[in-house]
């Protein structure tokens, strides 16, 4: 999963399971047919890019308690 700058271009929103702590949030950007995610924290930390078919694996494996 390559890692990119984030852009102002891209409309950031935070996922709703970060939940009501401010402090340890994951912003999300649709990109077309990818979705980038960021550390809202640390926004000059860059972004992954996941395509399609690796989203859906990385949130089953999320759901599935397979990634901690």
């Keep these: 999963m390559p890692s990119t700058p984030s852009s102002e271009a891209r409309t ?7 939940g009501g702590n401010t ?7 649709h990109l077309g047919e990818a979705t980038a995610i960021r550390d809202s924290k640390a ?8 395509q399609p ?4 694996s990385f949130v089953s494996a999320l759901q599935d308690g397979r990634l901690r």
């Design 12 to 18: 950031w929103f935070k996922s709703s399971h970060s």
């Design 43 to 50: 926004v000059e930390g860059g972004s992954l890019i996941f």
């Design 23 to 29: 402090t340890e949030c994951v912003e999300a950007a």
């Design 53 to 56: 078919s690796s989203w859906s």
